[in-house]
């Protein structure tokens, strides 16, 4: 667990990267790298040596760090630290940096999704999805988990569905507005177009009544 200290630190390593200090940046940078427990840091120093920004480039050097960075992912997640765990899951599924195991980063998106993590839900539903013509159940259920927590994309999605007849009863319209409006109101801008659009439809069909 990082310390307050090493999270103030890394702040300002990466403040002083976004704004081209690279040689304060790395300097913090590798004073944070003495720790194992950050892993963005070896990220961070990953790509500085890679591309030899501030420094020259010096591959062997990247890949150590690479090799540490996916070392502290891996060990973070089996501590049960959700955001590498989720970052991990991701790292399977498109073999980024380790060897590609759709298999395992399924399992590590089911766990995190069976423990409520909604992004993880979301992608299980996308997952499901791009394997199949049509929705799964198996999808479709993991996309109601996500949308009845909140996930903007989530609710829009399931929205979308029902409004276009592929989900839901003679209630649907109704719950998917319902969906659309609570989505828009956490700025998810498709929502919020879409609700746009399908308002200004209706005033369309209300002027077209009154001129017949």
Not at 99 to 107: P, T
Not at 110 to 120: R, Y
Not at 154 to 161: D, I, Q, R, V
Request: charged share 25%; with cysteine.
């Amino acid at each position: 667990m990082r310390s307050n200290q090493q999270t103030i630190l890394l702040q300002d390593a990466i403040k002083a990267y976004e704004l081209d200090f690279m040689d304060e940046a790395i300097s913090k940078f590798l004073l944070l790298a003495e720790s194992d427990n950050i892993p963005e840091v070896f990220q961070y120093l990953y790509f500085i040596y890679k591309n030899g920004d501030g420094v020259s480039i010096d591959v062997e050097k990247a890949e150590a760090f690479r090799t540490r960075y996916i070392r502290a992912v891996k060990r973070l997640a089996q501590v049960g630290k959700e955001e590498w765990k989720l970052k991990l899951a991701y790292m399977y599924f498109y073999g980024d940096g380790v060897r590609q195991d759709n298999q395992q980063a399924i399992e590590l998106f089911h766990e995190l999704a069976t423990a409520g993590h909604t992004v993880a839900q979301f992608t299980l539903w996308k997952i499901y999805k791009a394997n199949s013509a049509a929705p799964s159940s198996d999808g479709i259920y993991w996309l109601q988990k996500a949308a009845g927590q909140g996930h903007t994309e989530a609710m829009y999605t399931l929205a979308s569905l029902m409004l276009i007849g592929k989900l839901g009863d003679e209630n649907a319209h109704s719950e998917a507005i319902c969906l659309l409006t609570q989505s828009a109101e956490k700025d998810f801008l498709p929502a919020e177009e879409l609700l746009r659009k399908m308002r200004s439809r209706q005033l369309d069909k209300l002027r077209m009544k009154k001129i017949a």
